[in-house]
């Protein structure tokens, strides 16, 4: 079976990692804190010292990191150690030109493929990811299969951008609950009235996500997410989302809680 280098331990990445040692991969784990990789080491992955060393040797790479600027930290020093025949699996949410710029500083023979993932901690730990695949995904489909079930959405970079353009909808859907409820609290609305009466309208889905328990999204991603899509285009609505975001995630209890969180605060701002 391949050799697999995973790259980012959060709390996305590790439970798509215990996938991969579930399936019987040999699996090399790097984390910028070393201790969240600890209970990985203890069901058989292999501790790297560094993101250089972690991909040595590897078949595949896969990157599930913060952002634009963490991927390209680890982007310095694993593109020289890449070899040829290699897959790089690009998982994080750093948008198509991201992806493009990454793909230029790769060596021939390397071969990047942009794959980000739709659904939160819950799904990652079940293997029941929706995975948004940009580029040439014939050689690694099979690994990829463990995280999920796995949508072809175009050449290189299509992925990226198809997950600006879920998680932009997420965000902004949770942001519009959280100012329902506000209007629901300054007309004196039962809580569990208007809450039902969204939940049966067409906003049920987001407000699952506005009030949702024991998932992660973290509050300072969805601020980095929709920084990310409103440079991307012109979208009035969503900057007026990202300013209550930012808002929120100016609170320390809030800025590294899930979005429901967020959600929260922005209910109760004036």
């Known amino acids: 079976m391949e050799k697999i280098a995973f790259l980012g331990l959060g709390h996305m990445g ?16 790097w984390n910028r804190t070393a201790a969240k990789a ?16 972690a991909v040595r040797d590897a078949d595949v790479v896969i990157t599930m990191l913060a952002g634009p600027a ?15 025949g290699a897959y790089w699996l690009e998982m994080s949410t750093v948008g198509p030109d991201v992806i493009r710029e990454l793909a230029a500083r790769l060596k021939d023979g390397v071969t990047l493929v942009d794959v980000p993932v739709a659904g939160s901690t819950d799904r990652a730990a079940a293997g029941r990811l929706g995975i948004l695949a940009g580029g040439d995904v014939a050689g690694v489909e099979h690994v990829l299969a463990h995280f999920g079930t796995v949508t072809r959405t175009g050449p290189l970079g299509s992925g990226a951008a198809l997950k600006l353009v879920v998680n932009a909808s997420v965000v902004g859907g949770v942001a519009l609950v959280a100012e329902a409820m506000r209007l629901a609290d300054a ?20 407000v699952g996500r506005a009030f949702a328990e024991g998932v992660h999204f973290d509050t300072a991603l969805a601020v980095k997410d929709a920084d990310l899509a409103t440079k991307a285009a012109r979208l009035p609505v969503m900057e007026a989302v990202l300013e209550q975001f930012r808002r ?8 590294h809680e899930d979005i429901a969180k ?5 209910r109760r701002s004036s």
Do not use: K, W, Y
Request: glycine share 8%; net charge negative; aromatic share 0%.
């Open 14 to 29: 590790a439970p798509m990692a215990r996938q991969l040692l579930a399936s019987g991969h040999p699996l090399t784990v």
């Open 38 to 53: 600890e209970p990985l080491v203890a069901g058989g992955a292999t501790l790297a010292a560094t993101p250089a060393e």
């Open 70 to 84: 963490a991927l390209d930290a680890v982007a310095d020093t694993v593109v020289p150690e890449l070899r040829p």
């Open 187 to 206: 007309l004196g609305v039962d809580e569990d009235t208007a809450r039902n009466a969204l939940t049966n309208g067409p906003l049920g889905g987001a």
């Open 248 to 255: 929120a995630a100016a609170d320390p209890s809030v800025v």
């Open 262 to 266: 967020a959600a929260a605060h922005i």
